[in-house]
């Protein structure tokens, strides 16, 4: 009897616990005031939205690589675009990301690609940037799939990629 009655208990109480209550979501507008930063950004403390025109641009340059339509990425992308790897290196120039994507890229398989969230902005010195942070399967090219997460930022120029930095971790 006791047993019935402490596993009543826990019901119970898991029960009180729960709420069906929804409650909405609450959107805050920014404020345009200027804030006074701990730490002085180097390059610009002033974005706005920009244009979502650069985020399907973004987009396709991604699904051109899964595909391996490495031709088809070359083509969006200024011939003297600058590539900052996670690895500290910098490319430059349209041939030295190239070589660098088709020799990492062309080996392995991305597969259930997810953006978790992506997003155009505009610096007040004009430069139009795209951020994205997603993940993916990566399969190797031994058969094995390590799943690995992404930050990525786009600039573009012109409808082209003229600076792209990347950074990833695999996910344990």
């Not at 208990?9 to 009180?16: E, Q, R």
Request: charged fraction near 25%; charge should be negative; include cysteine.
């Amino acid at each position: 009897m006791k047993k019935v009655f402490l596993g009543l208990l826990v019901v119970a109480s898991f029960a009180a616990c729960t709420s069906t209550e929804t409650k909405p979501t609450e959107t805050v507008e920014a404020t345009s005031e200027k804030v006074e930063h701990l730490y002085k950004p180097t390059y610009t403390d002033n974005f706005k939205m920009g244009d979502q025109k650069n985020v399907l641009m973004a987009e396709q340059f991604h699904k051109s690589i899964f595909e391996k339509d490495f031709k088809a990425v070359a083509e969006m992308m200024s011939d003297t675009a600058t590539y900052n790897v996670e690895d500290g290196s910098v490319l430059k120039g349209k041939a030295a990301i190239m070589e660098f994507v088709e020799k990492s890229l062309g080996a392995v398989t991305i597969t259930n690609y997810q953006i978790t969230a992506i997003f155009p902005v505009v610096g007040e010195n004009g430069h139009q940037w795209v951020d994205i942070w997603d993940e993916a399967d990566v399969v190797m090219p031994d058969g094995k799939t390590q799943k690995v997460q992404w930050m990525d930022a786009f600039r573009f120029e012109g409808g082209k990629v003229v600076h792209f930095v990347g950074f990833s971790k695999a996910v344990k």
